[in-house]
């Protein structure tokens, strides 16, 4: 079974950097094939959104808000998922998802495992 672990959530001002990590733990890569890892976030009474997604070729996506500002990564000999954060302004504030879909794109419907979240709160 697998597990997505997010660790890296914090509290920073705006302008601030933060990094959040997603650790892959119980995976059989004979059974568990995942074509795009990445990133959700869910802000106080919003819906789920789309932040950042890696497919299994490397290629990055980001949503139109975090464009420029974040940086998706993996370190595949760690199974770790990573994003990078910077320039952060109070409307990143949410509680960030690590995500795992077998089949591309990344889309909520299509997502096979769910990371138990972890909160940024970015203060002006």
């Known amino acids: 079974q697998v597990q997505l672990v997010e660790s890296g959530g914090g509290s920073v001002q705006s302008g601030g950097s933060l990094r959040l990590s997603c650790a892959a733990a119980?995976?059989?890569?004979?059974?568990?094939?995942?074509?795009?890892m990445g990133w959700f976030r869910q802000p106080p009474g919003i819906q789920r959104e789309g932040v950042a997604v890696?497919?299994?070729?490397?290629?990055?996506w980001y949503s139109d808000s975090v464009k420029g500002r974040f940086t998706i990564s993996r370190d595949n000999a760690k199974n770790t998922l990573y994003l990078q954060m910077d320039s952060l302004k109070p409307e990143d504030t949410a509680i960030y998802y690590c995500?795992?879909?077998?089949?591309?794109?990344?889309?909520?419907?299509?997502?096979?495992?769910w990371g138990q979240g972890t909160q940024v709160t970015v203060s002006s």
């Open positions: 995500a795992a879909a077998r089949r591309c794109p990344l889309v909520i419907s299509n997502v096979a495992y």
């Open positions: 119980g995976w059989a890569y004979s059974v568990d094939y995942i074509d795009c």
């Open positions: 890696l497919d299994s070729l490397g290629r990055p």
